[in-house]
């Protein structure tokens, strides 16, 4: 496999050991590179499990060939604003809104080389109880290149594909507000609309609500179960093309049955090249 | 298992052999009864499977001791209009709306022992190509008593459950005004929102929507894929109730974060729930 972080350059630094954090922190691991953690919480079993070489205080920022700031969005952008990166450092993140980020990584310093990521495996349940190595194998990861990073979005991006890969993802490359449009549609609105069925369905107490769902159902309310911690940050910092999603679909869902038809014919299109 | 409708006492009619129809026919036969079916495709494939004794005329109608509609909405509507039921025949349904079939079999002649019915497994791909043995295995069987049957539905409704609980299904006795009030919410709405947001995706056109679907996204989005022609009835004789649902979900989908931080919070207990 092509490295651009070989293993020995310097240890990989995951601010943030929760699924996302801890289970990237495991896969990279086992790839070969020397990973640390830090955290508020206890990262012994982390350890202990071979998972990270070690924990590390906020002070070792400084000794990290790169840092991953594997946290919700509203704590990506603090650290982006108050860390004392240095000049050479590879800094990545693992946000669900990249516009906002990328702003905030406009004013590092120069030289810091920062590259936007968004992988696409979250699960309902955080925290690394919940983690695996395997939990991007096969899933998308979005890499955003600053902008004047060149037409390919330069060495820097093409180290945070290859780590992305070394995990078993999909690297995508994509332009910040093409992601925050894409994923509105495709995670923030899916999560809200499970989010606001679940919680009508409890409101109205209706006794036989959870005896009457079927596959499809449950399908639909899989996201129902995530923490409003993670969603309050990605929620608002996506807010305009969260509306602007859900505005659209609630035209669709509330128009006449011509046009439904049509609707439905799309919606299937999308759904058999998903299949594939 | 306690049996209400005893294999010999006549043959069972499925009237409309698709997912529904020839899925449940196969478990019936399975169970020792002789079924027959009736559709306009060709069913000698079933047959050929042995999950049908025969396909059958609709003049044959007045032989079997239990007729069963699985077809559209529109099509149950029909035949309760339109199909001489005799007295004593057990007739039943798997509408996915109880409200407007349990109207149209008031007026069904005095004698005709009618119980509505709605097993909750379905799946995006119609037809007897997708149809299995155990489609019902686990899934819940909403099963209707006609008002003034009695305080437990009467001996039709047992009858009914009896069938339903041969195919592995959980009978789930309701009203149909509590049927549809919830399904709006745990199937009608959930299949219009993946479609409409399935829909929009397809209409922006935008490259990397497939490639920027994570596990939740596919999930919310199963039933993009389903058919328009089950689905306009479905949606056309439960709008109110599904309007009405719509409405609220949006109000809570655009609500601010406070009041959303308690939806997430419900719908993580009815999540967890489910998930028991």
């Not at 012994?44 to 990270?52: F, K, M, N, S």
């Not at 594997?70 to 604003?81: K, Q, W």
């Not at 946000?95 to 590092?108: D, N, P, R």
């Not at 596959?215 to 995530?226: D, E, I, N, Q, T």
Request: proline share 5%; with cysteine; charged share 25%.
């Amino acid at each position: 496999m092509e490295r651009t972080v070989e293993p020995g350059s310097g240890p990989i630094l995951v601010l943030g050991c929760g699924l996302v954090g801890a289970s990237a922190a495991a896969g990279w691991t086992a790839a070969g590179h020397e990973v640390w953690g830090h955290d508020r919480r206890d990262l012994a079993p982390l350890v202990e499990r071979g998972w990270l070489a070690r924990r590390v205080p906020i002070e070792a920022l400084a000794e990290a060939a790169v840092v991953v700031l594997a946290l919700p969005v509203g704590g990506i952008l603090a650290a982006l604003r108050r860390l004392p990166f240095r000049a050479g450092q590879l800094v990545t993140d693992t946000g669900s809104v990249k516009g906002a980020v990328m702003a905030a990584a406009a004013a590092l310093p120069p030289g810091v080389r920062f590259v936007g990521g968004h992988p696409m495996a979250g699960e309902a349940r955080g925290g690394y109880e919940a983690a695996r190595p395997d939990l991007f194998r096969g899933a998308a990861w979005a890499v955003v290149a600053r902008s004047g990073a060149g037409e390919h979005g330069g060495a820097e991006s093409e180290a945070v594909a290859a780590l992305a890969r070394e995990l078993g993802a999909t690297p995508v490359p994509c332009a910040a507000g093409e992601h925050d449009r894409v994923v509105a549609l495709t995670s923030h609105l899916p999560q809200l609309l499970a989010t606001a069925v679940a919680a009508e369905l409890e409101g109205r107490d209706e006794p036989l609500a959870a005896a009457l769902i079927g596959r499809g159902g449950r399908a639909f309310l899989r996201l129902a179960g995530s923490g409003y911690e993670v969603w309050r940050d990605i929620l608002e910092h996506n807010r305009a093309e969260v509306e602007r999603a859900l505005e659209a679909v609630r035209g669709r869902a509330a128009q006449a049955s011509d046009a439904l038809e049509e609707d439905f014919a799309a919606a299937r299109r999308l759904a058999e090249r998903l299949a594939k």
